[in-house]
């Protein structure tokens, strides 16, 4: 695993990074405690994220990222046309199908990034 993470770093910033030159900041959504750490690891900020956002009722909503000024915000102020085909960075990761699920069924017909991929850490080094 300590091979695997360097990889994981390097190539998951690259793209963010790719899509922000592209694009500006990303949309993210949702914003479970355990995305902090590949946060912090990957050095995000509001230079890559113009917000995470959560359903309505979250508790979050209103607050930031831990240690950035990413603000948590409202699926209601998500707007498709703001963000385009995407990518939305999905920080849930671990609930993949559901976010993509519960998003196509708000109207998102674009492209999802999630932070930690399934194959991320297959195979070498």
Known sequence: MAKRIPV????????????VAK????AAKAFPGRAAIPMKMLGLSN????GCYEK??????????PGSR????SDDALSFEQIGDGPLLN???????????YMRGRGYRGEFLDIISPGDFAGSP
Request: proline share 7%; aromatic share 6%.
């Open 23 to 26: 694009r500006g900041p990303l």
């Open 70 to 73: 990413i603000p948590i915000l």
């Open 47 to 50: 230079e890559h994220i113009i």
């Open 56 to 65: 309505p009722s979250s508790a979050k909503v209103g607050h930031y990222v």
């Open 8 to 19: 994981w770093h390097d190539t998951k910033l690259a793209r963010i990074d790719d899509e």
């Open 91 to 101: 920080l849930a990761w671990h609930i993949s199908a559901e976010i993509r699920t």
